[in-house]
């Protein structure tokens, strides 16, 4: 008996260690996931879930400790440069992401990777984004606030709007600041507005031309061939023929025995 009881005692204090090391644990992975990110301020609703405000803070880098339960987040009026690959990939349930009024140049590709499936509103306006990046919002179907940047129009985006799945009136926000080439007349233009101008027409002359020296070249190489073949087998038959004729004829011959013969 003592030694079944000292036998329980152990065991006993065993899993209580065990069992306050997984409360614990557990406590620290609800606090990470819920608790507010360091330096912006959160709020909570019943019905709009949480929201984590960080703007105007001058943050040069998205912030990578935001909630993962959050459904909302201010970015607005800060300096971010740029929006890195899976910037917000542990945010499933977000479905609003503010980044206007920052100083946004390029969005990598992937950079809101993992919110196709929620986000319902991004806004990029008021940005210095020239570029239009397709990749960066691959599987994104929100809608989307792309006013007031400097956009250039060219033969790239023209061939990358068939390819975005966002809410097709958020690209109307795409106003051409430059183009290429420059005399379309598309500046100040909502790009989607202008069905009628072409954008690859010189990459499509550019083309037609390459493919026309290349067909040129093909065939200098194959008249090349052709008039080597043709003076190699000349010369492989003035050879011959001068061979034959370097040779005595049977007739020369003939002659000579049936003289040969008369004489005897």
């Known amino acids: 008996m003592p030694l079944l009881a000292d036998w329980l005692l152990r065991h006993s204090v065993v899993m209580c260690l065990l069992l306050h090391s997984l409360v614990l644990m557990t406590f620290c992975f609800h606090h990470a996931a819920t608790s507010c990110s360091k330096s912006c301020y959160c709020s909570e609703s019943e019905s709009g879930g949480k929201t984590?405000?960080?703007?105007?803070?001058?943050?040069?880098?998205?912030?990578?400790?935001?909630?993962?339960?959050?459904?909302?987040?201010?970015?607005?009026?800060?300096?971010?440069?740029?929006?890195?690959?899976?910037?917000?990939?542990?945010?499933?349930h977000l479905v609003e992401l503010d980044l206007s009024h920052n100083e946004l140049s390029q969005l990598e590709p992937g950079a809101f990777?993992?919110?196709?499936?929620?986000?319902?509103?991004?806004?990029?306006?008021?940005?210095?984004?020239?570029n239009f990046n397709v990749e960066a919002?691959?599987?994104?179907?929100?809608?989307?606030?792309?006013?007031?940047?400097?956009?250039?129009?060219?033969?790239?985006?023209?061939?990358?709007?068939p390819r975005v799945d966002l809410e097709p009136a958020s690209l109307t926000g795409i106003v051409c600041q430059t183009s290429d080439p420059e005399e379309n007349e598309v500046k100040g233009l909502a790009f989607l507005l202008a069905p009628d101008i072409d954008l690859c027409v010189a990459m499509k002359r550019t083309t037609d031309v390459a493919m026309l020296v290349v067909m040129f070249g093909w065939f200098t190489m194959v008249i090349s061939y052709l008039v080597y073949y043709v003076r190699a087998n000349q010369e492989d038959a003035r050879r011959h023929l001068e061979y034959l004729k370097s040779l005595p004829s049977r007739q020369g011959k003939s002659e000579e025995s049936s003289t040969i013969s008369t004489v005897v």
């Not at 970015?75 to 945010?91: C, H, M, S």
């Not at 990777?113 to 020239?130: E, T, Y």
């Open 137 to 161: 919002f691959e599987g994104l179907r929100a809608r989307a606030n792309l006013t007031n940047n400097p956009w250039h129009c060219d033969c790239n985006l023209q061939m990358a709007m």
């Open 52 to 92: 984590v405000r960080c703007s105007n803070l001058q943050l040069t880098e998205i912030p990578q400790d935001i909630p993962n339960d959050t459904r909302r987040v201010y970015l607005d009026f800060n300096l971010f440069t740029t929006v890195p690959t899976n910037a917000f990939a542990g945010l499933q």
């Open 113 to 130: 990777r993992g919110l196709g499936s929620s986000l319902q509103f991004l806004d990029l306006s008021s940005n210095k984004l020239v």
